[in-house]
């Protein structure tokens, strides 16, 4: 499985900005790809290009050969709110999504126990959400995206929204369930340190111009650790790269 975007390019309207301009890239089957870049570079509009939710002006995008036209059960979107349902409780809205695209009852019930262990939720399972921290429902919202078993997980700076402590334990949890299922996941993300801790390769977005500036890989082993040196080494050079930017404005 890939998802290649090939020239792809954005522009709005309303401002006649191009806010994409001649983007292209290639993710493979259970990469890890984040995506970082100055306010305003594009970042989101490429997540709703990815899902279907926008089209771009000029380019393509496809997965697995297959032209993105509109959202499709291939493709899962986390954003920075939950979105979970109040009336719901938390193993009712980790099958939601399920129950909306038709897979079976006892599938549902073993993927939710599986991925509710994982977050560490089984014994809030029949928690109401009013219930729960900022920080739980977020692992709600990830149990219902992994569930869904979609060919790539469209994640929107998912933590961004928590304080400092809660959103370091989720980051790690999510690399820990990624390690375990190989998942696909395009993550966007305004920290560099999430972006080295989290990703494959870090795509650095050039605000300026409307596209990809720099791909750093990220040659570290997992799990990965904020303090080692090379750690530190990749998280400077990424920064350089955005700072650097700005100096030649």
Not at 5 to 30: M, P, Q
Not at 170 to 194: A, N
Request: charged letters at 25%; proline letters at 3%; glycine letters at 8%.
């Amino acid at each position: 499985m890939a998802l290649v975007l090939n020239n792809v390019s954005k522009v709005f309207e309303d401002n006649g900005k191009a806010t994409l301009n001649n983007v292209s890239l290639r993710i493979e089957l259970g990469e890890f790809l984040c995506v970082v870049g100055r306010s305003g570079c594009g970042k989101s509009t490429l997540l709703h290009l990815i899902a279907g939710l926008e089209r771009p002006t000029e380019g393509e995008i496809t997965l697995n050969g297959v032209p993105v036209t509109g959202p499709g059960a291939d493709r899962t979107v986390m954003f920075q709110e939950h979105a979970l349902f109040p009336w719901r409780n938390v193993i009712e809205n980790v099958t939601f999504g399920m129950e909306m695209t038709g897979v079976p009852k006892e599938v549902q019930e073993k993927r939710a126990a599986t991925y509710l262990e994982m977050m560490g939720l089984t014994e809030y399972s029949k928690y109401a959400i009013h219930q729960l921290s900022g920080g739980m429902r977020q692992r709600v919202a990830l149990a219902r995206a992994f569930c869904m078993d979609s060919e790539i997980l469209l994640m929107d700076e998912p933590f961004s929204a928590l304080d400092k402590q809660t959103s370091n334990r989720l980051r790690k949890e999510l690399q820990d369930i990624w390690m375990k299922t190989g998942k696909t996941v395009f993550f966007i993300t305004h920290s560099v340190e999430e972006a080295v801790y989290l990703g494959d390769r870090v795509v650095v977005m050039s605000a300026r111009e409307g596209n990809i500036r720099e791909i750093v890989p990220i040659s570290l082993k997992r799990p990965r650790e904020i303090y080692e040196e090379d750690f530190i080494r990749y998280r400077h050079k990424i920064l350089d790269e955005i700072q650097g930017e700005d100096e030649r404005r």
